[in-house]
Structure formats: structure tokens, C-alpha cells
């Protein structure tokens, strides 16, 4: 919850108190909803419904484009503009009307708005284009694997709900522990220009690194000595990531990393030369990211096309040529699973894919500028995204709806990532710092400072141990737990 919510709860608890009252933030905080009908004091009910009323304002979806709002304002005879007012402010002033509404009344107001959106969005932007014989195959094969996936997400969820309170206060509490205790490890120059992108290997023994040098550099965790360098880039380098699995269970021959660049390369590489192994063809357009799909079997790209496509590593074929997006498509995430995709873009929009049916089963909408980090939570069913109006928005896929609204930094939110668990988010921006999040509440834990630059892009490691980002000043840096036992 936003810090502005916890304001609210002190001020209503100490203009409570004034009058009279013993009823503590705590009682305000854990209460959903509030029975008015049993409060005594009018001035009390009074204020406990202003306070549920913020409260709702808060959950409220309203659109984002400024010519919808307008049009809301025009229907429920409010003006559509007040002097001084900015796209913002009428926004808000929506807001704050439709939450003194009951909710078949808003939700009447937002119907036709809804309906007409859905419509656009459906019918105007999405679509599916043709795919080759083997894109079935391919279907069958995530769908196999997502299954068998699945099973043990859930098995392993169902161990963690038998945990009982004290067991999860004592873990949150070691969560706690471990960020305060994070500091500055190391640093180092990985070339003559900007890191653009930084990943961390399945062993967490090694971390890869893109630049717009050109360059893509694996070095050696925790020494941060250079063990390979590739080189085949003609333009600025994006992205660079591991293949899961790389440095455990395949082979130094075989593919262990991909990356791309601004020209619409895709450069696919093993561990054994300097030179690329094979090239995926040309895009066309410059290629933001690359992800791999957890059975590491297919490779997703983004490209300012506006559009995202899926390979399949094995034959270095397109199988998916997915558009939907009305700007450039900036990063992709898939599910732990395998069976979801998850895609933001410049257009402020998020979408999820079924990767199964190839059907966008979900439409996020919310931010106010460009998408340019996505990120899905271990447990497989939320979802946080991060953009340039400074924000983070975390979503329910199985409610598909916002949960909650963070103003996580003061620029650009450009890199998310989760520990293994789940317990802990780590944030990048370009307002030169990292921010620690408990994911139980997304309550901020710890702000890192330490690059001098904006900062491109964050990774925790698989062992949850390391921490490391990439930033603008030529460098990625290294951040760890004070008692890390390197032995």
C-alpha cells in the first residue's frame, strides 16, 4: 500500500482519539470494511466513511486516456475541464466523484466506457497471424511442460499455506534481517558505453552483461573477473540473458546465452568461441529484449515493431509473429510455469498471452507512460510491472484486476526482479537507485545507492545471494548480505 494510505490511517486514528475514542491504527489498518451502523458517535461514523471512501477511491480502475475521462465527466454532468486543471487533476477529481458512488452506480457509469475499450482493443489491435506447421507442435510441447510445471508450484504452495503465523512472522522477520545487512560488494567497467542489461546464470556463479558498446561479457561471480567475451554486435547491444540451465545441466557446445541489439539482431552463443553460433533473422526494427521460455526449448524477443515473436532454439525457426501492442513492444516475461506470457510496451499497456491457444487472455491497463519492465511473482498467479510514470503496479491474473498502485521511485522504473521465494522484490530506476520491497504488502524495506548514473537493469540470483545491476556510468556492480560465507 502507498505510504499516502498510512497517513490517512494515523490521521483518522488521531482525530478519533481527540474525541474521545481507544481505537488504535491497527484496528483501522486490519479492518476491510467498516459496520457504520454500529458506530455511536456520528462524528466517528463520519469519519470512518470518509476514510472507506479513500479507501475505494484508491481501488478504483479508471481510464488513463484523457479523452475518456472527459467523456466520464460529460456523462455524469460534471465539467469536463476546471481552471488550472491538468490531465492529472481530472483524473483524480473522477476519482474522487465516482467513489462516492455506490458500485452498481459506477459501475453503470463505467460500462459503455468499458464495453467500448474492450471493443477497440479486441477487434482494433489484436492480431493473430498465421504460424508455420511446427507452432502446434510447439503448443503441445509448452502445454506438456507447464503441466507437469504446474504440479509442483502447487504442491510446493500447499506445504507453504501449512506454515502456521509464527512460522511466516519469523520468516518475514530473517527477510528483514537479510536487507538490512545488504551493501555494496564490488564493481566493474564493462566497456566503453552504457550496460544496458545484466543476468545471472543458473549456478549463480556467473553473470552475463550487454552494453552499447557492442559488447557481451560473461564474468565470474563473486571475483568479477572476465572470462569471455562475444563480439558480433554491429550496433548498441540491449539485452543479453542465460539459457536456464546454463553452466548446470547443458553442454559448453550447445546454446547458453542469447542477446540482441538495436539494429534487430539476435545473436545466439555457446561457451566454447567468441563468435556468435548462429543469428535469428533480422527483425527489421531494434530488439529490446530476449527471454527464454523455462523449458529452454523457445526464446521470446521484443521489438519496436510492436510486436514480440517466439523461436524456437532447437531449428532457429519463427514459430509466433504475436502483434497487439500499439507502440513498441519493450519487455517480456513468461510465466514460471511455461504456459503464460507476459509482454509490456511503450503503449502504457501490458498484455498476458496464453501461450497454448495463443489467445491475449488479459489486458493491463493503468500506467500512465511507457511499460519497460514486467515481471511475474513465483507463486504463479501476480504479476508487477514497472514504467515510466515512476510507478510499479502489481496484478492478480486469477481476478484479473490491479491489486495495488507503488510510487516505487522518482524517474523511470526500469528493472524488476523476486528472490526464488517470493518474500522479497528489488526495483531499478533511473533516479540512480535500487529499492527493496516485501512482497507482503509491497511495503518499500531499503533504498541501495551507490552508481552515480541512472541505473538500466537489476537481477537477483537463483541461490538468492547476489544482487547485481547494470547502470548507465559503464559499470554493473554487486551487491550482497554482510555474512555471505563464500566458501
Not at 560488494?185 to 544496458?196: A, E, I, K, L, P
Request: include cysteine.
Amino acid at each position: 500500500m502507498s505510504s499516502r494510505g498510512s497517513l490517512a490511517d494515523r490521521a483518522t486514528v488521531e482525530r478519533i482519539r481527540e474525541r474521545g475514542s481507544d481505537i488504535t491504527e491497527k484496528d483501522i489498518r486490519s479492518a476491510q470494511t467498516f459496520d457504520l451502523s454500529k458506530m455511536d458517535n456520528p462524528e466517528e461514523t463520519e469519519l470512518l466513511a470518509e476514510f472507506d471512501r479513500r479507501r475505494k477511491a484508491r481501488n478504483l480502475m479508471v481510464p488513463t486516456d484523457d479523452e475518456r475521462v472527459k467523456y466520464l465527466l460529460r456523462k455524469i454532468s460534471e465539467p469536463i475541464c476546471l481552471f488550472g486543471e491538468d490531465v492529472l487533476d481530472r483524473r483524480e477529481r473522477l476519482r474522487n466523484f465516482l467513489s462516492r458512488l455506490t458500485d452498481e452506480q459506477v459501475f453503470a457509469v463505467l460500462q459503455d466506457d468499458e464495453t467500448e475499450k474492450q471493443e477497440t482493443t479486441e477487434d482494433g489491435e489484436t492480431w493473430y497471424h498465421h504460424g508455420p506447421p511446427e507452432l502446434r507442435e510447439a503448443r503441445v510441447r509448452i502445454a506438456d511442460f507447464s503441466l507437469e510445471r504446474a504440479k509442483h508450484r502447487l504442491a510446493k504452495a500447499r506445504v507453504r499455506a501449512t506454515r502456521t503465523p509464527q512460522e511466516k512472522a519469523l520468516a518475514r522477520q530473517e527477510v528483514h534481517k537479510t536487507v538490512q545487512s545488504i551493501s555494496l560488494f564490488g564493481s566493474q567497467v564493462t566497456g566503453t558505453n552504457r550496460t544496458s542489461y545484466v543476468d545471472f546464470a543458473a549456478d549463480s556463479n556467473h553473470a552475463i552483461t550487454s552494453n552499447w558498446g557492442g559488447q557481451v561479457q560473461i564474468w565470474s561471480i563473486p571475483n568479477c573477473l572476465n572470462e569471455q567475451t562475444f563480439q558480433g554486435h554491429p550496433d548498441k547491444a540491449s539485452c543479453a540473458r542465460f539459457r536456464p540451465g546454463a553452466y548446470q545441466n547443458i553442454q559448453p557446445s550447445e546454446v547458453n546465452a542469447a542477446s540482441s541489439d538495436f539494429s534487430g539482431n539476435v545473436m545466439l552463443w555457446n561457451l566454447n568461441e567468441g563468435k556468435a553460433m548462429a543469428q535469428l533473422e533480422n527483425h527489421g526494427n531494434r530488439v529490446t529484449r530476449v527471454a527464454f521460455h523455462p523449458s529452454g526449448e523457445f526464446l521470446g524477443t521484443t521489438c519496436h515493431d510492436k510486436s514480440w515473436r517466439l523461436y524456437d532454439l532447437q531449428t532457429q525457426k519463427e514459430l509466433l509473429f504475436q502483434e497487439g501492442h500499439s507502440d513498441a513492444v519493450y519487455d517480456l516475461a513468461f510465466h514460471p510455469d511455461g504456459s503464460l506470457a507476459l509482454s509490456g510496451s511503450c503503449d502504457s499497456y501490458g498484455r498476458v498471452w496464453d501461450l497454448r491457444t495463443g489467445r491475449c487472455i488479459m489486458f493491463l491497463e493503468g500506467h500512465l507512460k511507457d511499460i519497460y519492465a514486467v515481471q511475474w511473482h513465483p507463486n504463479g498467479f501476480v504479476m508487477v510491472t514497472g514504467a515510466g510514470d515512476n510507478q510499479c503496479r502489481t496484478w492478480d491474473i486469477r481476478m484479473r484486476r490491479q491489486l495495488y498502485n507503488i510510487p516505487a521511485h522518482l524517474s523511470n522504473v526500469t528493472g524488476i526482479s523476486m528472490d526464488s521465494e517470493g518474500e522479497l522484490m528489488i526495483t531499478s530506476s533511473y533516479d540512480r537507485t535500487l529499492k527493496l520491497w516485501t512482497t507482503s504488502g509491497w511495503q518499500p524495506l531499503r533504498v541501495l545507492e551507490g552508481h552515480h548514473e541512472p541505473v538500466t537493469s537489476v537481477q537477483m540470483s537463483p541461490n538468492n545471494k547476489w544482487i547485481a545491476s547494470g547502470c548507465a556510468d559503464k559499470t554493473f556492480k554487486l551487491w550482497t548480505t554482510e555474512s555471505i560465507d563464500f566458501e
